[in-house]
């Protein structure tokens, strides 16, 4: 078993940042990938970016591409998301995931462990 913890969300003017945290325990050798999702009141989870566990390699949606900066620290098991000119439609729950496998990694489905989320909230 993966433990995930988010922490780091809150509330943000448009144009601001914000930097979320995930800290990873239990099995974490098992990890193949990590990612951050989001989730819109009303909305489905949509994959924002994800990370390669062991090794390189970073993937963004369209969406926050050049704008947020998934990052990792494998000694101390934790995962960062860097968001940087933030706007409204931001706004969301984020959460973080793990994945034992590599396959469709902007798939929900496809992750075997999750945190509870952190709110962000992005004012106009």
């Known amino acids: 078993q993966v433990q995930l913890v988010e922490s780091g969300g809150g509330l943000v003017q448009a144009g601001g940042s914000l930097r979320l945290s995930c800290a990873a325990s239990g099995r974490t050798f098992s990890m193949n990938v990590m990612a951050w999702f989001r989730q819109a009141p009303g909305k489905e989870r949509e994959f924002v970016a994800a990370?390669?566990?062991?090794?390189?390699?970073?993937w963004y949606s369209a969406s926050v591409q050049g704008r947020f900066t998934i990052a990792k620290d494998n000694a101390k098991n934790m995962v960062y998301l860097q968001m940087n000119s933030l706007k409204p439609e931001d706004t969301a729950v984020y959460y973080c995931a793990a994945g034992v496998t590599f396959r469709s990694i902007t798939k929900p489905g496809e992750y075997d462990y999750w945190g509870q989320g952190t709110q962000v909230t992005v004012s106009s």
């Open positions: 990370i390669r566990w062991s090794g390189s390699g970073t």
